[in-house]
């Protein structure tokens, strides 16, 4: 399907899309986001309509606390930023900075994975268990669905960075680099929603 | 042929226009993550400061996630480029399908009739 | 860099087993859905022999609950679905011109992992039985408090054959989009291939509600969330919401293929070009737009209020209209053609009026007021199966007799065909056209049996007597292929029907890389365009070179054996004495699925090539 590449003209400038399998894996996965978009409307969905059923538990107010989300959101969102400097390197055939930038968007993951489950661990604590009350069940479901989506792109990134620690850029890993990065962009944005949504929300009173 | 599909690259086959550009691409990045930090400070503090009247700091800061979800999706994730038609026909499907869904599961659970 | 075919010297079994071809999966998913289509279909007859008389006695209420809820999960999901993915596999990259789909390996993942979900709902019945809460599984019928195993199978069977069918979807979108041959623009592409396109596209949109449905019934049954239970704050409609939100357009995932399959099949037996092909996309996609956006008809009469109810009611009558259209250009394209009526064409043109009936009886469903009526009787029962059986079976009938000949190599019998068709079509009014009136004079449905003297006992036994000769038909239809599997004469010329997209184009049977030279598309119906103002063949789009071709691979079957593993692990945190600890189970499930995963992450494999010089040698041959 892909013809001979010609290397004396160097990588293309979009290498991610210049074999048509790299074409398809692009395409796919958007899709793939598209489907994953009405997926977490749904848990949205179910946590914004459950979200006053605390049964007598403890509520958000009591529970969220600010600076811990506001840490979380920063560690995410400079994540996905060096995720995005590491496709510019990628395009100017620079493998060194790219594999770089892309161990540093793993460590802020792994660091907001942290935080996250020491968050859990604290809700627990104060009497936040998983069948306390439907307010408890599906913000553990919403946020804990996003904690495994973040978990599954910190291993499939690390895969490849060690998997392609040394082969430099080519017409296969290119596509998948940029895949994984628009997954962990995609992380991000429901991220976004779910620190105003659960977070700001809850503790805002509304 | 399919060897070369494994073999890196001597170079990057761009020219110094096309470098350009996406230094200045590049930038505009930078940029547009600082403004995104800013956002999120902005709802961060609208909401812990209770400066705002209640009632107005919801719009507020799901207005702020929204423009946050444009920025990462056009400039992060480039559906603001070209041959992305099909990607962004996939993403505004999904935003369109979710919203009734989102209503619904708000709204018209039995417990006040509309 | 591999050699040349390296597929002769594999064994039959380990052949179809790593097999990424798509007219062999298309083939596997032919044998899968209709095993699964004749399961169902005996549990139908079985259901049919309690009702035949008053207060029956031939299956208890419970057998009557299970089998109700397993026809009805195996019927859409299991055997419906793998049907018409049957034919889109084999049909969609031959009628745009490719070699294969866009992702070889992913169809074979979307097939195994498909079947071994369906697997996993089946030993349920081993399991001291099966669901028993309706096919829509209802909170709280369907919650630990009332329901047993059969459920948790019902969760997880559902929800590791809707990975399966996913990724299928994402699949053939991509594979339409990205893989259509030079000249094959989108308003070009056979409508068969635009019905499929658009049901992936729901199926995208649609099975992922699905999955967080039944991610949600499943922590509910066995980590004891509290969804679905408003003691604990949680909300029972949330569970019928998530349900219809995907339940409804899961009706066009399964209707629309038979909408493309008899625009293809009307036109090549009426020798006329489809009537308004322009017109027949359009409302194909306002179909399945519109499909997303009625879902609470289903949920009429649980009270959401008065607005509500009415917004819903009138998207659904909105339905009719393009669905009208589609009516009305079907028989646009008979008038004035030249008709041959076998039996692909029977099924076809018979599923017309058919499928008017179901939608008449729909609008009358829509308006809700009379819905308070209707409501669970056995109106609603005769109103679906018009549309399932009169649409979908009638379709993938005629799909089956208009695609058989390329698919096998022979046509089917033509005299067992029509024994075959009146037997199925005259059995089909019997069961289903007297339910109508059953249900208007009160028959609930869901119910194992009725009382004596109250005017049900005679219908009910007509509706048995039919179901039965419906069944005979499906019988002379099995009869049929074992029969023409012996008998019948080889097909060796291309295009057997003299029809007019470019499937036919290709040599009977289909080299595995289906085209030797990619085709130039010039038309809409490109081989009648040839037929008309070229030579008959279609003109190659580039000069003949070595072919690409994927390698097959064992990991989709070990990805789909990991996920059954995951599942029946997770079933076995509800059993009351798990031999193994449901840990182990799950532990296995999950390398097995995620190591596979990471095999074929880290091992880079591009196929080969098919030398020219073997491609001419092939081509010799079939020609």
Partial sequence: MSSSVDFSKGLP????????????????????????????????????????????????????????????????????????????????????????????????????????????????????GYTTSAFASSFYTLVGLHGAHVLFGLCWITTLIIRYSRSGITLTNAPKFYVASLYWHFIDVIWVFIFTVVYLLGIGGA | MADDLSKPFPKSSMSEEEIMKINKERRIQVTSFAFMIFLTILAFVAVATEMIEVGFAIPFILLLAVIQFFLQMYYFMHLKDKDHGWPNAFIISGVVLSTPALIALILLLGVTKY | MSTAAATKDKSVLWDWLTTVDHKKLAILYLVAGGLFFIKAGLMAVFMRIQLMTAENDFLTGQTFNELITMHGTIMLFLAATPLIFAFMNFVIPLQIGARDVAFPFVNALGFWIFFFGGLLLSVSWFFGGGPDAGWTAYVPLSSGEYADLGLDFYVLGLQVSGIGTLVSGINFIVTIINMRAPGMTMMRMPLFCWTGLVISILIVFAFTPLAAGLALLMLDRLFGGQFFIPDMGGNAVLWQHIFWIFGHPEVYILVLPAFGIISEVVPAFSRKRLFGYTAMVFATLVIAFLGFMVWVHHMFTVGLGPITNSVFAIATMGIAVPTGIKIFNWLFTMWGGKITFNTAMLCASSFVPTFVLGGVTGVMLAMTPVDYLYHDTYFVVAHFHYIIIGGIVLGLLAGLYYWYPKMFGHKLNEKLGMLMFWLFYIGFHMTFFIQHILGLIGMPRRVYTYLEGQGMETMNLISSIGSFVMGAGILVLLINVVYSAFKAERITVNDPWDARTLEWATPTPIPEYNFAQTPQVRSLDPLFYEKMHGDGTIKPAEPMEDIHMPNGSILPFIIGLGLFTWGFGMVMINMENPIIPPAVVIGVGFVLTFGSMFIRSIKEDHGYHIPVEQVKKIEKEVS
């Fill in chain 1, 13 to 128: 400038s979009h290498p991610e899309k210049a074999t048509l399998e790299g074409k398809n894996k692009f395409l796919g996965f958007w899709v793939f986001l598209g489907g994953e978009t009405i997926m977490f409307a749904t848990f949205f969905g179910t946590f914004l309509g459950l979200r006053e059923g605390t049964a007598g538990g403890p509520t958000a107010e009591e529970l969220f606390s600010l600076p811990l989300v506001f840490i979380m959101t920063m560690l995410l969102l400079t994540s996905s930023l060096t995720s995005v400097l590491a496709m510019f390197s990628m395009k100017k055939n620079n493998h060194k900075s790219m594999l770089v930038l892309m161990i540093v968007t793993v460590l802020l993951g792994a660091a907001f994975l942290g935080f996250e489950i020491y968050e859990f661990v604290e809700y627990v604590h104060h009497g936040l």
